[in-house]
C-alpha cells in the first residue's frame, strides 16, 4: 500500500500528519517534498540521490521511532530530479516493507500530482478555516484525475468543532478530526510520534481511527 498525504496548501499539517499517521501503521514515511523538506534528515543519501539515479532507496532509509526516506534540502538537488524514477522507487519500498507513506508537496505542480499517480490511496489534509477548503477540493480533483482513490479528510488543528458533514460532502468521503494538540506540533522534530508521547489524547485517537481506514482503501469508490 502505498499512501499519499496531500493538501491544497502549505501549512495545513501535511508533514506531522504523513509522520504520524506511519507511527500507527507502523509504516515506512517518505518526504516527496523536493523543494521543502521537512521531515528530519541524515548524512548520506535521500530522495535527491535516488530520483538523480546516484542511490537506491533503500541506501536512504533512516531508522527511528518511525523509518523515514528523507529528502534533500537544495534548489540544485531538486532541478537534478527525475520523476519519472519515483514510481518504482516507491514500489521498491512498498515490496521490502509493505506500507509506505508519502508526504506530498502542497497544490497542483507536476511534484505534487506523480505521488498521487503512484499511490493506492491518499489523505487530503484540510485546515478548519472556510477559506482553505477551496484547495481542498482542486486537490480531491487531482486525486480523482489520477486514481488515487480518497482515505479520508483530515480537518486538522481543529479548536471548535468544524462543519464536518459539509466537508465530507464537498470531498466526497469520510473525514476526521484532529484537535489541535502542541505533541502533535513537536512530534516530527522530537522525533516522538503522539500515539507514543500522549497514547491517551484525543490527538492520538484521531491518528489511530485514520490508520484503521487504510487497509480497506484498496476498494474505495474512485470516483
Known amino acids: 500500500m502505498i499512501l499519499s498525504v496531500t493538501g491544497g496548501k502549505g501549512g495545513v499539517g501535511k508533514t506531522t500528519m504523513a509522520y504520524n499517521v506511519a507511527a500507527a501503521l507502523d509504516a515506512v514515511v517518505v518526504d516527496a517534498d523536493l523543494g521543502m523538506a521537512d521531515l528530519p534528515g541524515r548524512h548520506g543519501p535521500d530522495l535527491h540521490d535516488v530520483l538523480a539515479g546516484r542511490a537506491s532507496i533503500t541506501e536512504t532509509l533512516r531508522s527511528g521511532p518511525v523509518d523515514i526516506v528523507p529528502c534533500g534540502r537544495t534548489l540544485t538537488g531538486a532541478r537534478a530530479c527525475d520523476l519519472t524514477v519515483l514510481d518504482g522507487a516507491l514500489r521498491r519500498l512498498e515490496r521490502e516493507h509493505e506500507t509506505v ?23 487530503i489534509v484540510v485546515s478548519p478555516q472556510a477559506f482553505a477548503l477551496a484547495d481542498a477540493i482542486r486537490t480531491r480533483e487531482l486525486a480523482r484525475e489520477l486514481d488515487a482513490g480518497l482515505v479520508a479528510g483530515v480537518i486538522n488543528r481543529t479548536v471548535e468543532q468544524p462543519p464536518t458533514g459539509t466537508i465530507a460532502d464537498t470531498l466526497g468521503g469520510p473525514v476526521e478530526v484532529v484537535p489541535a494538540d502542541p505533541r502533535v506540533g513537536r512530534s516530527v522534530v522530537e522525533e516522538r510520534p503522539v500515539i507514543e508521547s500522549a497514547p491517551d489524547s484525543a490527538a492520538a485517537s484521531a491518528i489511530r481511527a485514520l490508520a484503521r481506514r487504510v487497509p480497506a482503501t484498496r476498494s474505495l469508490d474512485r470516483r
Do not use: K, Y
Not at 508519502?102 to 491518499?122: I, T
Open 101 to 123: 507513506v508519502v508526504d506530498c508537496p502542497a497544490g497542483r505542480r507536476a511534484d505534487a500530482g506523480v505521488p498521487l499517480a503512484v499511490a493506492d490511496a491518499c489523505l
